[in-house]
Nanobody
Framework: QVQLVESGGGLVQTGGSLNLSCATS????????IGWFRQTPGKEREGLLC????????YYTDSIKGRFTISRDNAKKMVFLQMNNLKAEDTAVYFC???????????????????WGQGTQVTVSS
């Protein structure tokens, strides 16, 4: 079955870096876009960025531009989120998710994604 599993979260100091991984299985990663999202208690899930089939990335929020980048390794069935210069407001549970349609471009909105991982906690201490 389709599965996405995030890892790499943890506790880091302000200004530090983390590289989150999303391991995928049960589908052909090559033909799907993958997005990264985050959520804090009491708030809606926030879209961060997405990498489309051919590697083009789309940013959903300006606050991470210049600090976060997304990449994919189709051979390893992995998608990565490199986070640099982390801030306290980046503290959240981070999720990866599969684009609902194969070969489709990345679109805004959680309803454009059908399968989700369980999340990994990122805590940035100030």
């Amino acid at each position: 079955q389709v599965q996405l599993v995030e890892s790499g979260g943890g506790l880091v100091q302000t200004g530090g870096s983390l590289n989150l991984s999303c391991a995928t299985s049960g589908f052909t990663l090559d033909i799907y876009g993958i997005g990264w999202f985050r959520q804090t208690p009491g708030k809606e899930r926030e879209g961060l960025l997405c990498v489309a089939t051919y590697g083009d990335s789309t940013y959903y929020t300006d606050s991470i531009k210049g600090r976060f980048t997304i990449s994919r390794d189709n051979a390893k069935k992995m998608v990565f989120l490199q986070m640099n210069n982390l801030k306290a407001e980046d503290t959240a549970v981070y999720f990866c998710a599969r684009n609902r349609a194969a070969w489709a471009p990345c679109r805004r909105g959680t309803n454009e994604f059908d399968y989700w991982g369980q999340g990994t906690q990122v805590t940035v201490s100030s």
